[in-house]
């Protein structure tokens, strides 16, 4: 698909990714820390172009493209990146004495999205899953893909990903097999990605800074507050097998807690969680 094959609302309020124009809305939000922008109408994947780029730790590189060949999802799931309609951004970012908080990183990178987009004015109750979904009314908005690499010096570069579903008119659509949703079908709006794409990074880049100043542990309560599982019956796979119980909330390293039907409390670093319904 390209520009000529929107449908004809989107076609009409389209809007290309555009640096000079995500730089005016950085400017506006008086952003100054270095940028390398790499923007491309089509790639294989941000993430992997970004992993084979070498790192030049005095600035954000970005990568952004209008669509993904090969985009990526956690566990080996494939992206599926729509021409010109979502944000499908990385982003890498040079991290100091950080590899044993990395749980909590990617809890705050998904709390950064949450609040750029309350922020914009997108109101209503957007919620974040354990560990970096963003839902609204139990169907996914947007995944992060978080990818480590170490580097001579002893510092981390964490590439982090974004995929955010923005303009996508949902349809009954046979490509992803799990109920997801759009901005457009939160708001019915159209929106400029380049101003949604220079607040984000401006809040990612604020919470960053936050979080190598004082781990996870300050947006605990922020957490609490849109925390998507808290309370409910769940199920989690993680690598010892398949788990369910009671999600309890977040540990202070952003672990999740999990009490099971003994009523033992289990505190896990990783996994996939999902609600189980509740059939009458
Ligand atoms: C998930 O499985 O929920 C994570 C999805 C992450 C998708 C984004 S789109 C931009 C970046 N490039 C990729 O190949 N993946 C991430």
């Not at 580097?151 to 109920?179: A, E, R």
């Amino acid at each position: 698909m390209n520009q000529s094959s929107l449908p004809i609302e989107q076609f009409v309020t389209f809007k290309p990714l555009n640096e000079d124009s995500i730089r005016h809305y950085l400017s506006d939000l008086s952003f100054i820390a270095p940028i390398g922008f790499h923007i491309v109408n089509s790639i294989d994947s941000t993430n992997t172009y970004l992993k084979n780029t070498p790192s030049n730790a005095t600035e954000i590189s970005v990568c952004i493209a209008e669509t993904q060949t090969n985009g990526r999802g956690r566990l080996g799931r494939h992206w599926v990146s729509p021409f010109g309609e979502n944000i499908y951004l990385s982003s890498r970012w040079t991290l100091h004495d950080c590899v044993s908080k990395l749980a909590g990183l990617s809890l705050v990178v998904s709390l950064a999205i949450q609040a750029s987009l309350e922020q914009q004015g997108i109101n209503d109750t957007i919620q974040v899953k354990w560990p970096n979904d963003l839902l609204w009314q139990h169907k996914k908005l947007c995944g992060v893909l978080i990818e480590v690499i170490p580097d001579i010096k002893g510092n981390i570069q964490v590439i982090i990903g974004i995929g955010l579903n923005v303009n996508t008119v949902i349809k009954d659509d046979t490509l992803i097999d799990k109920p997801w949703c759009s901005l457009h079908e939160i708001t019915h709006q159209y929106f400029d990605r380049n101003k949604l794409i220079a607040h984000l990074l401006w809040v990612l880049n604020g919470h960053l800074k936050q979080f190598r100043a004082g781990g996870f542990n300050a947006f605990l309560t922020q957490w609490n507050k849109v925390d998507y599982l808290k309370g409910h019956n769940i199920t989690l796979m993680h690598p010892n097998g398949l788990m369910q119980g009671i999600a309890n909330g977040v540990s202070e390293k952003g672990n999740l807690y999990l009490i099971d039907n003994q009523g033992k409390q289990h505190e896990l670093s990783s996994g996939e969680a999902n609600l189980i319904k509740v059939t009458n």
